[in-house]
């Protein structure tokens, strides 16, 4: 098999399952947390929110893709295959190709220096960058087949994971609040159930004891009380449909 083929081929099948990764990658920290330096992983408030800022800074990308995303473009794609009924190329996606993507790397980057450790860290973003290298090849192979000449001119002057911003272009449609409740809130809540779950298993590495750091347990029940308003609003009404998105 070509090496086109075989990227091809891993990308697709890494793609239906990257979600995945988040999950491989807390097991790994948790693990690293157990046989590493316990005293280096010592509650650190201003560290620990610097963290959450991290990742939060990667949704907020999200956002900023989302929100001004029309139908079946930003991430639309489903377990079954590749969605695009038209090439995105305003907005975010006019200083980077896969910002749905850059916004993931920093949401992964939030935990893992929760773990302050720089070769985890270190191996945590060539891992990344091998498992999205091959999921962003297959979409750029069904995105060049689907839109030709247009998607090839536009990938030659937008860069596919650092943003350049002196090409940006206004975003064709308004940004929809309603459109990123509704496709956001999930990845929002497992920001904060990550780190809950890590500063769990910190302190008991630490002190043989079950317990969360009190800012952290007010910061999970937080982000659980808007997570249940959210998703009962959008189970139980309308309100978060909007048209062409």
């Not at 988040?22 to 010592?42: E, K």
């Not at 060049?144 to 272009?169: L, N, Q």
């Not at 999930?186 to 809950?196: C, D, E, N, Y």
Request: proline share 3%; hydrophobic share 50%.
């Amino acid at each position: 098999m070509a090496l086109v083929h075989e990227f091809e081929n891993s990308g697709s099948w890494l793609f239906k399952r990257r979600g995945w990764l988040p999950v491989l990658l807390i097991v790994a920290g948790i693990v690293m947390m157990y046989l590493g330096n316990r005293q280096a992983i010592l509650f650190d408030l201003r560290d620990e929110m610097i963290f959450l800022g991290v990742s939060l800074f990667g949704q907020l990308i999200r956002i900023l893709t989302v929100g001004f995303a029309p139908c079946n473009t930003s991430g639309r794609n489903t377990k079954a295959g590749q969605i695009a009924d038209e090439l995105n190329v305003t907005g975010i996606y006019s200083v980077v190709r896969h910002p749905l993507y850059l916004g993931n790397f920093f949401i992964i980057l939030g935990p893992v220096l929760f773990l302050r450790s720089a070769w985890f860290a270190v191996v945590t973003c060539l891992i990344f960058w091998l498992y999205y290298e091959r999921i962003m090849f297959a979409e750029e192979q069904f995105l060049r087949r689907k839109f030709g000449d247009v998607y090839d001119k536009w990938s030659e002057t937008v860069s596919a994971f650092i943003p350049i911003f002196s090409k940006f272009i206004p975003p064709k449609l308004t940004f929809s609040v309603r459109n990123v409740l509704r496709r956001e809130y999930h990845s929002f809540f497992i920001v904060f159930i990550i780190f809950t779950l890590l500063d769990l298993f910190r302190n008991y590495f630490l002190t043989e004891k079950i317990y969360l750091t009190r800012i952290w347990m007010y910061l999970f029940i937080s982000a659980a009380f808007v997570w249940i308003v959210i998703r009962m609003i959008d189970k139980l009404t309308k309100w978060m449909e909007v048209k062409g998105r």
